[in-house]
């Protein structure tokens, strides 16, 4: 009897598992795993933007197109011509017909409309993401003046392109550069300001001695400068708003050059030759107090900080040969992060930390490229007669560097390149154009 | 503290006693049949041996047939025929002298062996049965499709629901009216398609949380969806209305009925879903889905951090092999912060509806298969491309 119950018992316990195992492997989602995707634009679709008032049309449609441009620019989204519109927006609250929209595959639509009043704009936008059938985000304003209509174009991207991304939009704002005129033997160069994308090129001095190496504060509001003024190369501070400059105090018979500002916009670092020797030291701007913080017999230049400001990274060639190092913000060891073949330069940490940008110069050519913080996963981008100082784009994504070309004749150009090494273009100058230095996102 | 110990020890104790003792394993005792043992005298014997003559060469007559009714054993047969031939001469010594009838004993399998041989001819054809009975496995995939051969049937009259239409209203011209409603009844299977689908998109949250659940109860999900509204009021009411009154049973049974009919003309809804359950997809059509989705998985505009992001996305799939867009969403995510998860499932979700919108190739006997999809887009791949 008892036998009969355990056999009992045993039976049910096997036939419960076995059903339960069962079940588990006929029911239930079927689950696949993606690991291969494609790459390719995103496409968008930007009808142009109302015109709220009778005098906006045309900055409506000048609006559209800018914004159209900065998200055409980036690589990473595509425009759909108008005449591939099925459907158009009558007014910005008018309901959006998603069946056209996907019928052409505009994956993205982005309306806006326009308003001018006197010296007033104000321009609102919508993005929708047309196959989710719903808008993305919500809906924004902004006002300005209307010699401002460009920036305000710019915001409207940089939204767009951060709301689709997930990362920080980098169309609102400026580069510094140095801008050339003139054969090789006489080169005539400038510093001059611009908005990201080439337009509204100012200069900001004059052509009667060479300048070199701007960099923007990390607000925006001054450029750090190296020229020959004096004869010497000497660290000049200016202020991009009043254009008034001031120089750095240095010593007599010594070479100062390659200055870089520490995020809390109120430390310098630089380099300083004297004696064939060449050190980095730390000035503080209001007190011009500085601070060696290397001394190697060696060169150690082209310094640059990481975005938390606690440490340093430049060239140096101690090992014999031009390589990289990063030592901590107040000086002391540095460890070695390139190992690469050729020669390695003009290091510049990502504003996101994650990346160092450097110059790279290897069997006769240079290269833009970038490494880890630790000097793994090194890739190089570009690849050209000579490349060389990059600069990072506000949101850590786009690098722009100066590309020159080969010959008596060759011109110095800027051009831009996505950190993936695809989308490199050329970013358009009135003039030759070198030595760029990216802004923030301006407020 | 030690009286636990001791109670343990001594049930213990007991308890392996009465297994060794208690013929607990014992098998129960085997019926034992009797059989009575007498002492025979030697004409007995001799008697019994005689007799026993005439039987054997019955047998040997017996033998004969069973090899032509057994064709290819002729390999086989001798082998056997040679074991008795070596078992008759070891048990044959006793009556030696009158062996030689035993001596014909080998002999009985020869005669069958020349007999094979002549239905040899014959015997091709059997062989060809014989064949049939190798490929028995194969024979049951036969069956099997012939199972669910009935729910394709009824997936095929949905697509030509509509387009019968036109081919009724042809047949039908002298009524006018009625050919246009009479076409309609013939698309009672499409409305319960439509059903199939709504009930789909409607609760398509509902399905994809209750998904796990459903899996401890497979088969019976479909069938009991359909059967708890019908068939088993019917027992229940039968049960007792036998104890109440013949009458009553004799009305709720035709209640039951009416009601078995028309939740039979309203369940086509129930059972599109559940009818092709099917086999799990093979490996070919899930790579072939992947690939699909695959295609349309566009990560270009994707921040680094949602390249870093792995999400789980559910859909739920409609027959036609097209996703329900409301149904999608993200069931989990790892590697990324919250904005970053919601900017790959995006991508995800583009991916799921762009390729999606004409329908993805799945087999629709298998429709219960992949009537709810958990898809992992995992970017790793495609960080550094």
């Given at each position: ?161 951060s709301r689709i991304t997930g990362e ?276 | ?300 505009s994707l921040s680094s951090e949602a ?29 990324g912060s919250?904005g970053a998860?919601r900017q790959a ?41």
């Open positions: 009897m008892i036998q009969r119950a355990l056999t009992l018992c045993l039976a049910m316990a096997m036939a419960a598992t076995g059903a339960g195992f069962a079940s588990a492997q006929s029911q239930g989602p079927l689950r696949i795993e993606i690991t291969e995707g494609v790459i390719e634009p995103l496409p968008f679709a930007v009808p142009q933007f109302e015109a709220e008032t009778a005098g906006s049309a045309e900055m409506a449609a000048q609006i559209s197109r800018v914004v159209a441009a900065d998200l055409s620019g980036t690589g990473l989204f595509r425009e759909l011509p108008a005449t591939a519109f099925i459907s158009t927006v009558g007014s910005f609250g008018a309901p959006v017909q998603y069946a056209d929209w996907k019928a052409i595959n505009a994956q993205a639509l982005i309306t806006g409309a326009v308003n001018v009043q006197g010296n007033t704009l104000n321009v609102k936008f919508r993005l929708y993401d047309v196959f989710a059938g719903s808008e993305l985000g919500s809906g924004l304003q902004f006002s300005g003046t209307v010699d401002g209509w460009r920036r305000m174009a710019h915001k409207v991207s940089d939204a767009v392109y920080g939009g980098y169309f609102d704002s400026r580069v510094v550069f140095v801008s050339e005129t003139g054969p090789k033997d006489a080169r005539q160069k400038r510093l001059a300001i611009m908005d990201y994308d080439g337009a509204g090129v100012q200069y900001l001095t004059d052509s009667r001695s060479i300048v070199l190496a701007p960099r923007f504060s990390p607000s925006g509001d001054r450029v750090l400068y190296t020229s020959y003024e004096s004869g010497f190369p000497r660290i000049y501070l200016l202020d991009v708003g009043s254009v008034q400059r001031r120089a750095l105090d240095s010593q007599d018979g010594t070479m100062s050059f390659a200055p870089r500002f520490a995020p809390n916009g109120q430390t310098v670092v630089y380099s300083i030759s004297q004696g064939g020797n060449t050190d980095i030291f730390a000035m503080d701007v209001n007190s011009q107090q500085a601070v060696r913080l290397t001394s190697a017999p060696s060169i150690e230049t082209a310094p640059s900080y990481s975005p938390d400001g606690t440490q340093i990274v430049f060239e140096s060639d101690r090992s014999g040969s031009q390589q990289l190092y990063v030592m901590p913000a107040s000086g002391g060891e540095a460890r070695r992060i390139s190992f690469g073949e050729g020669r390695y330069g003009t290091p510049v940490w990502s504003p996101r930390g994650d990346l160092i940008a450097f110059t790279k110069q290897n069997n006769g050519r240079f290269h833009i490229g970038v490494m880890r913080t630790d000097g793994s996963e090194e890739r190089l981008l570009t690849a050209s007669f000579l490349d060389e100082g990059p600069t990072w784009a506000p949101n850590g994504r786009v690098i722009m560097f100066t590309r020159e070309t080969q010959g008596a004749g060759g011109q110095s150009a800027l051009y831009s390149v996505d950190i993936s090494g695809r989308n490199l273009r050329p970013v358009p100058t009135p003039d030759g154009a070198s030595d760029p230095s990216w802004s923030p996102l301006q407020k | 503290m030690h009286a636990g110990h001791y109670i343990s020890g001594v049930g213990h104790l007991a308890l392996i006693g009465w297994l060794l003792l208690g013929d607990v394993f014992a098998a129960e005792p085997l019926p034992i049949d009797m059989t009575p043992v007498s002492v025979i005298s030697q004409a007995e014997y001799e008697a019994m041996m005689a007799a026993q003559t005439g039987p054997q060469s019955v047998t040997e007559v017996a033998q004969p047939a069973a090899p032509q009714e057994a064709p290819q054993a002729p390999d086989v047969s001798p082998a056997t025929d040679q074991a008795t031939a070596q078992t008759a001469p070891a048990q044959s010594p006793t009556p030696p002298a009158e062996v030689p009838p035993q001596a014909a004993e080998p002999a009985p399998p020869q005669p069958p062996r020349a007999d094979v041989s002549d239905t040899a001819p014959v015997l091709p054809e059997p062989p060809s049965e014989v064949a049939v009975l190798v490929p028995d496995v194969s024979d049951r995939p036969v069956p099997r499709a012939s199972e669910r051969v009935a729910p394709e049937p009824v997936a095929q009259p949905e697509p030509e629901a509509t387009p019968d239409e036109v081919a009724q209203e042809a047949i039908a011209p002298s009524t006018e009216g009625e050919a246009v409603e009479e076409p309609r009844e013939a698309t009672a299977p499409e409305a319960a398609a439509t059903e199939i689908v709504t009930e789909a998109e409607k609760p398509a949250a509902a399905p994809r949380q209750s998904s796990r659940p459903p899996s401890r109860r497979p088969d019976p999900l479909p069938e009991t969806a359909r059967v708890e509204d019908t068939t088993p009021a019917q027992p229940t009411a039968a049960a007792p209305e036998p104890a109440a009154a013949p009458a009553a049973q004799a009305d709720k049974s035709a209640i039951n009925d009416a009601l078995a009919e028309a939740l039979g003309a309203a369940t086509p809804s129930a059972p599109a879903p559940a009818a092709p359950q099917g086999p799990p997809l093979t490996s070919g059509e899930r790579e072939a889905l992947r690939v699909a989705v695959s295609s349309c998985w566009n990560v270009g390249l870093r992001t792995i999400v789980v996305v559910s859909v739920g799939m409609q027959p036609d092999g097209k996703p329900i867009n409301a149904s999608i969403r993200l069931a989990s995510s790892s590697g919250e998860a499932f995006e991508a995800a979700r583009r991916a799921i509806i762009l390729c999606g919108s004409k329908g993805f190739d799945l087999p629709q006997e298998k429709f219960g298969q992949w009537q709810d999809i958990e898809i992992t887009f995992n970017p790793e791949r495609m960080r550094n491309k």
